[in-house]
C-alpha cells in the first residue's frame, strides 16, 4: 500500500470485526445450523456465513417470514456465545494491526454485530481495543468514526468503506472477507489491501512519519 500522510496529534482507528480482525465463519455457519435445527426452517449456513457484513437480520429474512424476523434473530444470538466463539479464531497479523493503531491513539471496534456478543470475542481473543461500538451497520457505523473523531476504518466490506466515505475518513480495505479488490475500490476504498499485515505497515509509517 503507497505511503499515507500520518494525521496530526492523537488519532482514533476504527477496525470492523467479522472477516477483518477474526475469522467467524465457522461459528457463524455453527449457530446457523443449529437455529435450523431448532425451528425445522432450512437455512444454507455456508452460503449464510460467505456474505457477512450487514446485521443479522437481513441474513434471517432470506430463510424467515417477515413476521418471525425479530423474534429468529435474537434466539441467533442467544445461542451465539455457547456455539459460535470456540469455533472463531483470530485473523494473520490482526494483534500486530491494533498495536500500530494504539500507537497513534484510540483503538475503536465498531461492529453491526451486538454489543456483548462483540465483548465476547474481545475478551476471549485478547483484541487491544479502547471500545466497541456495537449494533452499528453502514450508516451508523459514519457516524460513529465522526463522534469519535477517527481517521481511518479498516474493514472488509463495501458497507464498510460507505461508511469510512460517509464520515470522510481514509478508508482501507481488506480483501479477507467477501468482497473483492474491485467492489471495495467501486465503493470508495482510498486503499485495498489483501492483508493485515499491509495494513500494520500503512499504520507504522503513520508513525514514523
Same mark, same amino acid.
Given at each position: 500500500?503507497?505511503?499515507?500522510?500520518?494525521?496530526?496529534? #492523537?488519532?482514533?482507528?476504527? %477496525?470492523?470485526?467479522?472477516?477483518? *480482525?477474526?475469522?467467524?465463519?465457522?461459528?457463524?455457519?455453527?449457530?446457523?445450523?443449529?437455529?435450523?435445527? /431448532?425451528?425445522?426452517?432450512?437455512?444454507?449456513? #455456508?452460503?449464510?456465513?460467505? @456474505?457477512?457484513?450487514?446485521?443479522?437480520?437481513?441474513?434471517?429474512?432470506? !430463510? %424467515?417470514?417477515?413476521?418471525?424476523?425479530?423474534?429468529?434473530?435474537?434466539? +441467533?444470538?442467544?445461542?451465539?456465545?455457547?456455539?459460535? $466463539?470456540?469455533?472463531? #479464531?483470530? $485473523?494473520?497479523?490482526?494483534?500486530?494491526? $491494533?498495536?500500530?493503531?494504539?500507537?497513534?491513539? @484510540? &483503538? *475503536?471496534?465498531?461492529?453491526?454485530?451486538?454489543?456483548?456478543?462483540?465483548? *465476547?470475542?474481545? /475478551? =476471549?481473543?485478547? *483484541?487491544?481495543?479502547? /471500545?466497541?461500538?456495537?449494533?452499528? !451497520?453502514?450508516?451508523?457505523?459514519?457516524?460513529?468514526? @465522526?463522534? @469519535?473523531?477517527?481517521?481511518? +476504518?479498516?474493514?472488509?466490506?463495501?458497507?464498510?468503506?460507505?461508511?469510512?466515505?460517509?464520515? /470522510?475518513?481514509?478508508?482501507?480495505? &481488506?480483501?479477507?472477507?467477501?468482497?473483492?479488490?474491485?467492489?471495495? =475500490?467501486?465503493?470508495?476504498?482510498?486503499?485495498?489491501?489483501?492483508?493485515?499485515?499491509?495494513?500494520?505497515?500503512?499504520?507504522?509509517?503513520?508513525?514514523?512519519?
Amino acid at each position: 500500500m503507497p505511503p499515507v500522510t500520518r494525521p496530526g496529534g #492523537s488519532s482514533a482507528i476504527g %477496525f470492523d470485526l467479522d472477516m477483518t *480482525l477474526i475469522d467467524s465463519r465457522p461459528g457463524i455457519a455453527a449457530t446457523y445450523d443449529r437455529l435450523a435445527a /431448532e425451528t425445522g426452517v432450512r437455512i444454507d449456513s #455456508s452460503l449464510a456465513a460467505s @456474505r457477512l457484513g450487514p446485521p443479522v437480520e437481513q441474513e434471517i429474512a432470506h !430463510w %424467515f417470514p417477515a413476521e418471525q424476523v425479530e423474534a429468529m434473530a435474537d434466539r +441467533y444470538r442467544a445461542l451465539y456465545p455457547d456455539i459460535a $466463539l470456540p469455533l472463531i #479464531s483470530v $485473523l494473520p497479523g490482526a494483534h500486530e494491526a $491494533l498495536a500500530a493503531a494504539a500507537e497513534l491513539g @484510540r &483503538v *475503536l471496534l465498531i461492529t453491526a454485530k451486538n454489543a456483548r456478543n462483540a465483548h *465476547l470475542h474481545v /475478551e =476471549r481473543l485478547g *483484541l487491544a481495543v479502547d /471500545e466497541v461500538c456495537g449494533d452499528a !451497520w453502514r450508516d451508523q457505523k459514519a457516524v460513529v468514526l @465522526r463522534e @469519535r473523531s477517527a481517521v481511518a +476504518y479498516i474493514g472488509d466490506h463495501v458497507h464498510d468503506m460507505d461508511a469510512a466515505r460517509g464520515a /470522510e475518513v481514509l478508508g482501507i480495505g &481488506v480483501t479477507t472477507g467477501p468482497c473483492t479488490t474491485a467492489e471495495l =475500490r467501486a465503493a470508495g476504498a482510498d486503499h485495498v489491501v489483501g492483508s493485515l499485515g499491509e495494513v500494520t505497515e500503512a499504520l507504522a509509517g503513520w508513525v514514523a512519519g
